[in-house]
């Protein structure tokens, strides 16, 4: 079992960190960076880097490629190894007013969306995805499973 090492300056995201253990073999820590963004920020960066020039709620961006289900070793990713000697698996950036915006849109709090965007970027960082239906459910059973050790089923 491996422990996840969350980065992010605003949100204490540690309870996170320890929901997300089972949810990936490796034999070390895998670290992340959470980022907060604006509408403005969030649209530059999904055109950027996706070519869709439009506001979302939530942009992952995994640091390595073809890695769900698969046993991760730190020896086979030197170079991806943060200052802190854990294997660094990518960044998410989360736009702060559609979170808000979806919080009011289904009845529950600001931070149990942004426990939801984050653990959605998780997944994407893991190697989940959603662009199947057996894709999307075996993505939604992690995100649920995770949401359910915080106790922030819907």
């Not at 996840?4 to 996170?16: Q, V």
């Not at 989360?94 to 529950?108: L, N, P, S, V």
């Not at 998780?122 to 059973?141: I, K, N, Q, S």
């Amino acid at each position: 079992m491996c422990a996840f090492k969350i980065y992010c300056g605003e949100y204490d995201f540690s309870s996170l960190s320890q929901a997300l253990c089972g949810e990936a073999e490796c034999d070390c820590a895998l670290s992340l960076e959470i980022m907060f963004t604006d509408e403005d920020g969030i649209r530059e960066l999904n055109s950027r880097t996706r070519g869709v020039d439009s506001v979302t709620d939530v942009l992952s961006f995994p640091s390595l490629d073809g890695i769900s289900g698969k046993l991760l070793k730190k020896s086979d990713y030197p170079a991806d190894l943060d200052e802190d000697g854990n294997l660094f698996i990518g960044s998410i950036a989360i736009c702060t007013k559609r979170a808000r915006e979806q919080a009011e849109e289904y009845g529950h709090s600001y931070m149990r969306e942004l426990f939801y965007l984050a653990t959605h970027g998780v997944c994407h960082l893991l190697g989940y995805d959603h662009m199947t239906d057996v894709d999307r459910a075996a993505m939604r059973e992690a995100e649920e499973r995770v949401l359910a050790k915080l106790n922030l089923q819907r």
